[in-house]
Structures are given as structure tokens and as C-alpha cells.
């Protein structure tokens, strides 16, 4: 192992989480303690802010410790965010691209590369990894992951899911209390974020596993959706009580590939003759009106989903400050090219515990972690108690903001 | 004041809030502490319970203090609610309604009535006062005000409002953080409860008060909405910085009287014909996609506004909690026939206080408190800083419910 000597950056990308500034404070922290690195520097909007050269010392920021404790505690991404995705070799801004970068390292003497983000941020990683080792610049890359959605390989879970799926765990349980008031035959249904993995939609149900309320049923992404099957299992119930609640990933598809969003009862159109893209539970809505003829109403739980630091999960917004810490750390010893990875201290009967590692990038950019098979139900409208125990611990503790005047206290850059 | 001894009944009616339970809590301590109560009765879903029998005794729930603190916290109502509206004299049931209720009465001995509810089950109380009065049956009838959308006149302000507009305001706050986090030009539209009144989407604004981000535009209902004002006014600000919020309620009306979520571009119709009210929100995010041709994404905040206990109001709590205890002793000192308020200590400089009263219950059914016309800007975009002083108070403070496993401890019957 080398000592690489030089200045750190750090960026953020892809959609916000309540934890993606728990890692920014995590990396920020390591790199102000570390002997080796000099200056710490953000990214305004991720890379494309490190082409645009709106880049920040980040060293006067932090006084002292309360500094870091407040932005772990705030929601979105404080560097900002973007959605670039670099040109691949062989596309017409590639070496311009790359050789802008290149520039900037060298302008601001950067050695130390750290990129906080989701699938398509891993890529960013990925393909400035490839460039700077064919290209012989001297730089240790690492990518820390966040999405909410919990679907990158690699690691046991992402950071920044235990908060989505507290928020909507807790939600899901006051939702649950709320459609139970009336006698009335209702139907209630919860669309959840997650076009590809069922995951956050899977940890609506968790209440079930310690004996609390739960929804009656649970549709994932990774099922084709079934809308006799729906219809007959929510008939059966209604004959049973009166308050149905439904949970429904955005992204379930019919099993000819059609989103139910986007169609259902034939596609609603407005006056222009647009297609109109009602969402996933408004769709079933409009449908359960339909057939049924009972009280529907559906609700999308929307960007608060992403950003609700006012419920995170301790555990998550912990974890997440401390991978950022460990990728610091990492670095320092050699490791480059990778994306830092939790890995869950699996023994029976112990309470839940993880550590941090690394993996070579290549394996884990754009790709996706599904909810395995095992994990839903026979019946596609349940998840497994495997699956629950899987996610309970993600949950655990609550991380509160500070607030001022009954109003949250976020970090500024 | 003549001493009446014999026991109490309590019911919850209408819409679920985050604090109508701490309001039946104070009922239940209050009656439980009193030497004039015997037994304390809770009625399953309001009135209808009192007429089906479904009435439970609640003392063994409340063994210790500890009870109370959890029933504070848990949302929505736990004894069960209604929406029934009692007939008026000349409706063939009214007779039959009522001797109904004076037997349930006698059967339990009821000498004391409190019912928490909002507009349309203070209509229940004043109906059962009148009806009680000419019958000779000696009952006192106590109103508990309870509604997220402080619509009620005579109460500077009703349980149930504060931990609503809490819940908007932080929900507020972390939106604007998550929509500014991109540099692409984009609309995002908030929708938030309040049919006839605004004042839950005037707290949305109040981050302004203390100089943090606030959404750039806010539209109430008490003023027609005008669409090329809004276009207007949102190409000056889009020319201006690339991330607009906008805020608006849900009983949003054009001048001649139509809803913004019934038509707007021509009112979508599904495949089967039926009309799509896509909500305020949506509507306007259709409008202004097709007008602008920027990023619009819209957000229904929906139920959560309501039974977010998960970030309640602790002034809000603290005071629903009062004006339970205060109904318990105004009915023991004599009072009858009333609903109870909330009154405002308005020293100029000092910090907020308020003290509780009632009210003739006849001056309050049936009544909408709207938001004054000087809370409102002059071009209907903004609230004004007086009417986010009046809010401001009433969301300080934060209850939280205790958390087991992650998930929220609530009451049970």
C-alpha cells in the first residue's frame, strides 16, 4: 500500500434521500481527519458541477462537531444533485469530457474521488474509473451508494433505504389506524416508489411481523399483477370487514409488460388527447369504483417518501455516516475503483449488527437487486416473514432533526 | 351551580386528526378525576355506537398515567367515528331517534355528554341539546371541537389544526430541499386539504416568517383562482431560478364556481365515460405542462395530514389534552348545551398563551371561520405575515409517540 498525498472531492447524484447528506457528513468527517488528504472540496450538482467548475471548499464549513450532526440530520442532497450520464467511448463528447475532468483534478490537485449515488451514479464511477487508469492519472475513485430503493448489488442494503421504509412503515401504521374509524365498506390504496424493485412497497407490511397492524394486501413489481386474482382476493375480504388496505409498488406490470398506471380501465385521456398517467393506485381506483361500486380511495405517498428526515431511521442515518467514513478510510489504504458496500453480521439469534467493505464496480453498475422469489408470497399479494426480518432491523430507532420555531433545522452550503 | 351527580359518555365523530384522541384522553382523565362522575362510557363510533349499544366502560383501560400519554399520541380516532347526521324535527325518524337516545341514556345512567368532533358533530350536540331540553331529561352536553382545517367559529383556533399544519410545514420544508436539488427547470405542485377553508395551506408559508425557503406561490380557496394570473406569474419566476413550489388547497374554485380539480384543460374522462376529478394538483399540473412545457410534478399530501402523529404539534396536543380536561370541569360547574374553545392571550411582545372557554353551541354549528381577506396578498398569491403569525404558535413543540421495533406504540380499545 502506497501514501497518496492531494486534495479530496466529493459529489452527490441522482434522487435525493433523507441519509444521502448523512454520507456527504461521513466522507467530509474522514477526509477533514485524515493525515493524507489536504483540501476537501464539493461538487455543486455532482459532475456536473466538477465540469462547470462550481466547486466548493467544503473545509470552513464544518467548526465544529454540531456542524456534521446537522447536516446527517437533513434531507436532500445539500451539494445538489444531477442526472448526467457520461459519454461512453466512442460517443462524440467523450474525450472532451474526460479531459475536462482530467483538467479539473489537476487544477485543484485532487487524488481522492468520492461520488455518492444511486444505479446511474455507480456508472459515473465506473466509466471515470476506466479513464483515469488507461489515461494513467493517479486518483483513488470510490462510489458510496444511496438509492431508497434498496437495488444495488453488492451490498446487503443501500443506505438511505431504512429511512424511506421507516417513513413509510410508520405512515403505513397511521394510515392503517385512520381508514379503521368508519364502518363503512372502504377500500384504501397505498402506491409506494419503486419502478423496478418491490422493496420499499415490501416494508409497508413489516408491521405484520410484530404483531401490529398491516395491510390486507401487498402487490411487488417483481409479480405480474393480476387483476381478476386482485378482484376476487379483495371481494373475499370485503366480506370479511369493512376497511381494506392495499399496498402497490408504482411500477407493477400487468404480465403482458403494461404498467397498471398507465391503462387499467383503457386509459383515460384529457380534453388534448393525452394520455393521461394516473398513477398506479389511481389507476386500481378507478377500477375497484368500477367493479365494486365501494368507497375507493388511493393515496401516493409521493417525494415525501425520499425526504422525510423528520422520521429517518436511526440505524440508516448511522450507518450511512459511517460508510461514508469507512470509504475515506478505504481510500487512504489503497483501495480504488470500488463501491463501498454494508455487509449484515448474519448470526442467529444476535441482535443486528453490520460492517463495511468494498466490491470491484464493474460488478454492481446498472444492475438491479430484485426482491428475490422467495421473499413474496405463493400467492403474489404478501410478503414472507423472511422478507420482514430481513428489513426490521433497517428500521430501528428514530433520527429527529433539531428545530427551531417548530420547524426543522437543515445545513446551508 | 346545582351539583349533578351520575355517569359520563364519550364519543369521537367525523374526520380523524393526530389529536383527537389526546382531546378524548383529557375527557377520560377529567372524568376520572371527578367526584360528581361515576362511570366513564365510550360510545364505538359516535352516535351511531350510542344507538347500536356499542358502548364500552373505559375505566380498566387507564390503569396509570402511562395510558393516557399513549392515547395522546395515537392518531385517528380510537374509539371509532361516524358521519352521521342526527334528523331534525319533522324527518320521519326524529321521534324515534330520540327517544332511542334518552333510553341509552337512563340505561346507563348518563348525566353528563361529550362529543369531540368538528362542524357536522357539533350539529349532533345541538340537536341532542334542543331535543334534551324540551323533554325535560337532565343530561349536560358538552362539545369538543376537533378539525385539521380550523374552520370552526368561536375558537381562536380548533384541536386537531396545529399538528396538521406541523406536519405541512415540515412536510414543506424537506420538498423544497428535495425539488432544489436539480438545476432543470421545474414546477412542483403541493396539494393540501381544506375544501372551503385555506388554512392549512397558509401553513405551508410559514418557513418565511423565520427566513427559511417557502413555496412561491400559494393559492386559498377563499379567493377564484384565475389561471393567466398563474401562468403569469409563473413564467416571471421560471425566468428567474429553475425550481418553483407552488401550494394549493383542494377546494380551489375558479370565479364562476368550478373546482380547479373538476375540469381545468376540459375535465379527462375515462374509458368508460365517467369524469376524472384528478384533484387540484393534478389538474393544474396537466395545465401547465401543456401551457409551459417544463418538468411538473405533482403531490397530493393526502391522508397523512391528518394522522401524521409520527410529527405532531406539541402545543397542539398539549392543548387538545386541556380542553378535554376543561369540558370535564365546565359540565361539573354547570355548563351545558356548549362547545368549548380555545382562546388566545394576545399581549403584544409577550410569547403565546391560551385559555379555554365555551361558547353557545347554536352560534357555531353549521358555520365556516374562513381565512380572513387581510391574511391574504392583494394578488391571491401569498398569505400575509399576520395571518403566518397567528399559525406560527400553534405548531411549536414536537410530539412524538414512544417507538417499539421500530414502529409507533398506539392505543388500543
Given at each position: 500500500m502506497s501514501i497518496l498525498r492531494g486534495n479530496a472531492i466529493v459529489g452527490q447524484s441522482g434522487g435525493p434521500t433523507a441519509a444521502i447528506n448523512a454520507t456527504l457528513a461521513g466522507v467530509i468527517w474522514g477526509a477533514m481527519h485524515s493525515e493524507n488528504i489536504g483540501r476537501v472540496y464539493g461538487m455543486k450538482n455532482g459532475i456536473d458541477g466538477l465540469l462547470a467548475d462550481t466547486v466548493i471548499e467544503l473545509d470552513g464549513y464544518f467548526p465544529d462537531e454540531d456542524a456534521y450532526e446537522v447536516l446527517k440530520r437533513t434531507p436532500a442532497a445539500a451539494l445538489g444533485s444531477c442526472r448526467k450520464k457520461l459519454p461512453t467511448e466512442g460517443d462524440a463528447k467523450y474525450k472532451q469530457t474526460f479531459e475536462k475532468i482530467i483538467e479539473q483534478f489537476k487544477k485543484y490537485d485532487i487524488k481522492y474521488f468520492f461520488y455518492i449515488g444511486g444505479n446511474d451514479s455507480m456508472d459515473t464511477v465506473a466509466k471515470l474509473s476506466k479513464y483515469t487508469k488507461e489515461c494513467g492519472y493517479e486518483v483513488r475513485i470510490i462510489g458510496v451508494p444511496k438509492t431508497i430503493d434498496n437495488d444495488l448489488l453488492g451490498t446487503d442494503h443501500t443506505p438511505g433505504f431504512g429511512?424511506?421504509?421507516?417513513?413509510?412503515?410508520?405512515?403505513?401504521?397511521?394510515?392503517?389506524?385512520?381508514?379503521?374509524?368508519?364502518?363503512?365498506?372502504?377500500?384504501?390504496?397505498?402506491?409506494?416508489?419503486?419502478?423496478?424493485?418491490?422493496?420499499?412497497?415490501?416494508?409497508?407490511?413489516?408491521?405484520?411481523?410484530?404483531?401490529?397492524?398491516?395491510?390486507?394486501?401487498?402487490?411487488?413489481?417483481?409479480?405480474?399483477?393480476?387483476?381478476?386474482?386482485?378482484?376476487?382476493?379483495?371481494?373475499?375480504?370485503?366480506?370479511?370487514?369493512?376497511?381494506?388496505?392495499?399496498?402497490?409498488?408504482?411500477?407493477?406490470?400487468?404480465?403482458?409488460g403494461r404498467f397498471v398506471g398507465e391503462s387499467t380501465q383503457g386509459g383515460a385521456v384529457d380534453a388534448f388527447g393525452h394520455k393521461y398517467l394516473a398513477g398506479t393506485a389511481k389507476a386500481l381506483e378507478l377500477a375497484v369504483k368500477d367493479k365494486l361500486g365501494v368507497k375507493v380511495r388511493s393515496i401516493e405517498l409521493n417525494l415525501p417518501q425520499r425526504c422525510a428526515a423528520h422520521i429517518a431511521s436511526k440505524c440508516d442515518i448511522e450507518e450511512s455516516f459511517s460508510v461514508g467514513k469507512a470509504a475515506i478510510t478505504a481510500a487512504e489504504q489503497g483501495v480504488s475503483r470500488e463501491m463501498m458496500v454494508i455487509l449484515r453480521d448474519n448470526n442467529e439469534g444476535e441482535p443486528y449488527s453490520s460492517v463495511y467493505g468494498h466490491m470491484d464496480i464493474d460488478l454492481i453498475a446498472n444492475r438491479t437487486k430484485f426482491v428475490p422469489k422467495h421473499y413474496i408470497n405463493e400467492r403474489g399479494n404478501h410478503v414472507t416473514d423472511e422478507c420482514l426480518r430481513y428489513i426490521l432491523p433497517l428500521i430501528e430507532g428514530e433520527s429527529y432533526p433539531e428545530y427551531k420555531n417548530g420547524l426543522p433545522v437543515f445545513f446551508e452550503f
Open positions: 429511512s424511506a421504509a421507516k417513513y413509510i412503515s410508520v405512515t403505513m401504521q397511521e394510515i392503517l389506524r385512520d381508514t379503521a374509524v368508519y364502518t363503512v365498506k372502504a377500500v384504501t390504496i397505498v402506491e409506494i416508489m419503486g419502478r423496478d424493485a418491490g422493496w420499499l412497497t415490501a416494508s409497508s407490511e413489516v408491521g405484520r411481523l410484530v404483531g401490529l397492524p398491516s395491510p390486507d394486501l401487498v402487490y411487488l413489481p417483481e409479480r405480474a399483477f393480476d387483476m381478476d386474482e386482485f378482484f376476487q382476493d379483495l371481494k373475499k375480504l370485503l366480506s370479511e370487514k369493512p376497511n381494506i388496505v392495499v399496498a402497490v409498488s408504482e411500477g407493477l406490470q400487468f404480465a403482458d
